[in-house]
């Protein structure tokens, strides 16, 4: 309602930044087409669209990463040329990214002063960190040490480290996809306080409630082009949807409610691993079981023990007694990853490039990399050429794979049609026990979809599936029973149609977070009318 | 005019193959360069060191001598390192494989052949897998790093096979001579070539080529070993044994290196002396990356590093150059070939001179 106001009062003013016609031609592919973009004095802009639309290279453009092709960029009214980063920063354009760039072992205050190109500028670095932390209710302490904060605790020091900088712009890239419900109540009145001082956001996200709460004004990208601009509040979220994507949205109700507490098949009992990464979370005393035809979501804020769970779960790290984890009855904690295949087990890490993929190999050789022992891909030793290329087919027709074809590098894929090729391949070797991490991690909409019905389809075919998701929505969406993972520890599942967020959210901060006990307006994002 | 290394995003197919041919030209020109700093005519000098020495058929049979120890330790190492498992000890397991298979030589000289020979020569493989073996137990049990612990263990060998023919195994009547007996022919490699010296080590060496290029091309084992190498994470998601490769990749490099001391010491040379190899194992490393890590390609890169051998040889009786132009020669062509390596995943790009205005215009 702030940024709304603010806004208002500017009616007329000449944009802070103004894009025209912007064009950024790729090898085989026209990243941004024509595009134009203005952002008002005041305004939190939201920049809206699939992955794969051309938002990241819009904003690379801005941020002074990437040159345009053609186009002219106009800040405060005047014709700007941004060579590099550091020009953006010098007109006033400041970025946080998706991923931080922070080094675990050192404090906030040296991880900002890295990033100070003027030494000057390091003299009572803590004492301003603190300051501006404070005006902007961004809680942080300057001598803490990177490895012991919170994902929302490092995201804060990013904006911090923007904030230094007295921007006029701030750029968010996908923000909230690693914050709780909580943390995200916080950041948007965070960013509301600063457009109402005078910082403009440009706002990148694809989580179109989030848009409708935050936003004043929302350019939607689809395939290079501006396909509208829109006030988001006026709109639905389905119309904003549409607008994004090119098909018409189905009406999605997975929500398949089976009472069925049959035979579990998959139980873990007490199940407690020391993680094999500096700073790994260690998981502690899991016990849950999954019965068959069940789908089971497990939320979280990503580092919080879910990487080392699915390669518990995978038999990577084998678990400390075989009966810790039992399939259809039968120990398999001492298992490899082979022999779990072959009782039934299909699983995919979070991480495609380098573990649930090799990059440099063909989707032939990917296909055989986990189908070998279920689709009998080898013989006498070999590999089955024959049966390796078909199977490797079937994952490219059944999931719309777009690629040239089976002897295609995984890396020549983009990162969602690769992870639908993932997909595809664990799908289609018919398991009992179907467990995924992270499943649709920067797939768009309408492959998530795809993705979504295949695991819903398999679940209705008596399969138990295992889903560890950071996107809650993903998990109220499609899961009969929701458990939260928190510092290695995950809760009793508990059925989907009785949870509420703010109690999820509440065990996704865990006891680490401090600020657990804010009061959460009713809806789950409040609405700007 | 400046220039930027940008990833083209995947492995360009043609640089693969035009690295190794633009590095060899590389390598030509500044071989030449530096024959013209010390003296020699640079086209003379080039002339000597790569096609003399290829003429007449002495020429190939004393090529294909060079050739087949590189070739055989060439592709073991190949695989080695497409595994990622970097083994630099090639030379150490190549003389262990001269001393366990030339022992047997030497105290069983009146066996006839058909028993005689296949022992010394499986003698010489378990040799050179033994010598591996302790690298192996040293990184699976106690993960130290191969590159060192197999690098050391070379220059035990040496010292051993010194040790061997000055005191124990010294030939009686050898006058003293720090080497042992000459083996009888009963453990000596057969020529198979009449009228040349070129022996069954050769077609040893192309045969156990083509049979290691279709195991790592089509065999599961292969796989899983490019795997282990390109993806350790995923070798492990898959559920292939890190350890299990480990052993199988430094078995089959150590059998191989041995085979190749083995018939070495049987052949060209046949006698134990206190050298045995002028660096084979690793003159080899450099042969592999040249092949590309492929076992076809090993034999190509096998011959001209042999070649280079014989060029030295040439370059020191008729332009009395020093020998050492052909470790200079190895080390030029390895330093471009890695240099060469980078257009595979990267491209250049020119940089404009000054930062090309974008197209502006004035906003109303």
């Avoid at chain 1, 398999?332 to 090799?358: K, M």
């Avoid at chain 2, 051993?160 to 720090?178: E, K, S």
């Avoid at chain 2, 998601?237 to 191989?256: D, E, H, K």
């Avoid at chain 2, 257009?343 to 109303?364: D, G, H, N, Q």
Wanted: charged letters at 15%.
């Amino acid at each position: 309602m702030m940024a709304m106001g603010a806004a208002g009062r500017y009616p007329g003013a000449t944009p802070l930044l103004h894009l025209q016609g912007i064009v950024k031609q790729f090898p085989g592919c026209r990243a941004n087409d024509d595009v134009d973009l203005s952002i008002a004095p005041h305004e939190i802009h939201a920049l809206l669209g699939e992955n794969g639309a051309g938002k990241s290279t819009l904003v690379k453009i801005i941020y002074g990463v990437m040159k345009p092709d053609a186009g002219s960029i106009a800040w405060q009214g005047k014709p700007a040329l941004i060579g590099s980063p550091a020009q953006a920063r010098a007109l006033g354009i400041g970025m946080v990214f998706q991923h931080f760039s922070l080094f675990e072992a050192l404090t906030v205050t040296e991880n900002v002063a890295l990033g100070l190109t003027d030494k000057a500028d390091r003299v009572g670095l803590a004492d301003r960190i603190a300051d501006i932390s404070r005006r902007y209710g961004l809680p942080l302490d300057p001598a803490r040490s990177v490895h012991d904060l919170s994902v929302g605790e490092r995201q804060r020091i990013e904006i911090v480290r923007c904030l230094l900088q007295k921007p006029k712009l701030l750029i968010m890239d996908e923000p909230t996809s690693v914050l709780t419900p909580q943390e995200v109540f916080h950041l948007f009145a965070t960013l509301r306080r600063l457009a109402d001082e005078g910082c403009s956001i440009l706002y990148i996200s694809h989580k179109l409630e989030e848009i409708r709460a935050l936003c004043r004004r929302a350019t939607i990208m689809r395939l290079g082009k501006v396909v509208a601009e829109c006030i988001p509040a006026e709109k639905s979220a389905r119309e904003l949807a549409e607008l994004m994507i090119s098909a018409r949205l189905q009406p999605q109700s997975f929500a398949h409610s089976i009472d069925n507490q049959g035979t579990p098949r998959l139980v873990l009992d007490r199940l407690t691993i020391r993680s094999n990464q500096q700073f790994g979370t260690d998981l502690k005393d899991i016990s849950l079981s999954i019965a068959a035809g069940e789908i089971l979501g497990i939320a979280g804020i990503a580092g919080n023990g879910q990487s080392e769970l699915m390669d518990a779960l995978s038999g990577e790290i084998p678990a400390g007694r075989p009966e810790t984890i039992t399939l259809d009855g039968m120990p398999i904690g001492h298992d490899g990853p082979r022999d779990r295949r072959r009782r039934g087990c299909c699983f995919l890490p979070e991480e495609r490039n380098g573990h649930g993929a090799v990059t440099s190999m063909t989707l032939a050789e990917n296909g055989f990399l986990s189908g070998h022992v279920r689709g009998a891909l080898q013989r006498l030793g070999l590999i089955d050429r024959r049966r390796t290329g078909e199977f490797a087919r079937a994952i490219i027709k059944a999931f719309d794979v777009r690629t040239t074809g089976p002897e295609a590098e995984a890396r020549s894929l983009s990162g969602g049609n690769l992870q639908k090729f993932l997909i595809g391949r664990e799908m289609l070797q018919q398991p009992t026990l179907l467990m995924l991490n992270q499943p649709t991690w920067g797939v768009d909409a309408g492959a998530a979809a795809a993705i979504y019905e295949a695991i819903v389809a398999l679940a209705r075919n008596g399969a138990a599936v295992l889903i560890i998701s950071q996107d809650l929505d993903e998990i109220l969406m499609l899961c009969d029973r929701i458990a939260v993972i928190a510092s290695g520890r995950v809760s009793v599942p508990i059925p989907v149609r009785d949870a509420t967020i703010e109690q999820i959210g509440l065990q996704m901060g865990g006891t680490a977070m401090p600020d657990h006990n804010v009061k959460l307006p009713e809806t789950r994002y409040a609405v700007s009318a | 005019m400046q220039f930027r290394l940008e990833p083209r995003g995947e492995r360009a197919i043609f640089w693969v193959y035009a690295s190794p041919a633009l590095a060899i030209v590389l390598t030509i020109v500044t071989t030449m360069a530096l024959f013209a700093l010390m003296g020699a005519p640079p086209v003379k000098g080039i002339y000597t060191f790569l096609i003399a020495p290829l003429l007449g058929s002495a020429g190939i049979s004393a090529l294909a001598l060079r050739a087949t120890p590189l070739i055989m330790i060439g592709i073991g190492l190949a695989l080695c390192y497409r595994a990622n498992v970097w083994n630099i000890g090639a030379d150490g397991q190549f003389t262990l494989g001269a001393i366990v298979g030339g022992g047997l030589a030497l105290h069983f000289p009146n066996a006839p052949f058909f028993v005689l020979y296949p022992a010394v020569l499986l003698g010489g493989i378990l040799g050179g897998m033994g010598w591996a073996a302790i690298v192996a137990v040293l990184k699976t049990r106690f993960n130290a790093n191969e590159i060192l612990t197999s690098l050391m263990l070379t220059y035990i060998a040496a010292l051993l096979l010194v040790w061997l023919v000055t005191d124990p195994w010294r030939d009686p009547r050898g006058f003293g001579f720090p080497q042992s007996a000459m083996f009888s022919p009963n453990a000596t490699t057969p020529i198979i070539i009449p009228g040349t010296t070129i022996d069954l080590g050769s077609l040893l060496a192309i045969l156990l080529a083509l049979a290691l290029w279709q195991i790592l091309g089509r065999s599961v084992l292969g796989f899983q070993l490019r795997v282990a190498g390109a993806a350790p994470r995923a070798a492990r998601y898959a559920g292939f044994s890190n350890n299990r490769l480990i052993w199988i990749a430094l078995m089959i490099s150590g059998g191989l290196s041995g085979l190749a001391g083995i018939i070495e010491v049987t052949g060209p040379i046949g006698q134990l002396t206190t050298s045995v190899t002028p660096g084979y194992g690793f003159t080899a490393v450099i042969v592999a990356f040249l092949g590309r890590l492929q076992p076809i390609g090993v034999i190509f890169a096998g011959l001209l590093l042999a070649l280079s051998y014989l060029g030295g040889d040439a370059a020191q009786i008729d332009l009395h150059l020093p020998n050492a132009v052909t470790g200079i020669f190895q080390g030029i062509l390895l330093f471009y070939l890695l240099a060469c390596d980078i257009l595979i995943l990267y491209r250049f790009k020119r940089l404009a001179p000054s930062p090309r205005p974008v197209a502006t215009e004035a906003l109303t």
